[in-house]
Structures are given as structure tokens and as C-alpha cells.
Nanobody
């Protein structure tokens, strides 16, 4: 079965950087769009960035110019490079992917999340 596992979260000072990774494993036939979402304390989950299988990217306005999403298709892994971090970036970051397996066609999967805390 498909599993998404995030890593790279932690505590960082404002202005610092972190790189998040998310590796997909299982009986994967194809991965279409992959993305990162985040949920700040006491707020709704929001989309941060997405990347298609062809490399097209999309970012929430607050992340443009600071965050970069990328993927390594050979490793079934998506990354989120976060620079110039701000306290308002503090959130649990979740990996998301649309994946086709032997038993399902482009189902949506979620990781369990990784906590990013930016101190002021």
C-alpha cells in the first residue's frame, strides 16, 4: 500500500532555512501532482505549493520568492526548500500526492505531517 513520509521539519529562527522531504513508497505505477500543505495553529489547512509530473509549479502568494518545490521522480520524492522563514510560516506541513497503483487510479494520499516552528 502507498505511504507518504515527511521529514526535515524542526525549529529555526526567523530568516533561516529548512528543506522538507516527502518520500512515497508502495506499489506505485505513476505519481501525478505532488504538493505541500500546511496547517498553522488554530487555522485551516492551506495549499503551499504543488508540482506536476511535468514540472509545472504553483505557490501560495505568501511563499512566492521564498519557497521552492521540486521532485525526484526516480526516488518518488518531493521537496520543499524554505528560505527566509517567518514566524507566520509556523505550521504542520503535510505532503500530498495523486498516485496510480495496481488497484486504484490517481487516488489522493496524505502524509502524517512534520512540524515547522519559526521563532522570532
Amino acid at each position: 500500500q502507498v505511504q507518504l513520509v515527511e521529514s526535515g521539519g524542526g525549529l529555526v529562527q526567523a530568516g533561516g532555512s529548512l528543506r522538507l522531504s516527502c518520500a512515497a513508497s508502495g506499489s506505485i505505477f505513476r505519481i501525478n501532482t505532488m504538493g505541500w500543505y500546511r496547517q498553522p495553529p488554530a487555522k485551516q489547512r492551506e495549499l503551499v505549493a504543488t508540482i506536476t509530473s511535468g514540472g509545472s509549479t504553483n505557490y501560495v502568494d505568501s511563499a512566492k520568492g521564498r519557497f521552492t518545490i521540486s521532485r525526484d521522480n526516480a526516488k518518488n520524492t518531493v521537496y520543499l526548500q524554505m528560505n527566509s522563514l517567518k514566524p507566520e510560516d509556523t505550521a504542520v506541513y503535510y505532503c500530498n500526492a495523486d498516485i496510480t497503483t495496481r488497484d486504484s487510479y490517481f487516488m489522493n494520499y496524505w502524509g502524517k505531517g512534520t512540524l515547522v516552528t519559526v521563532s522570532s
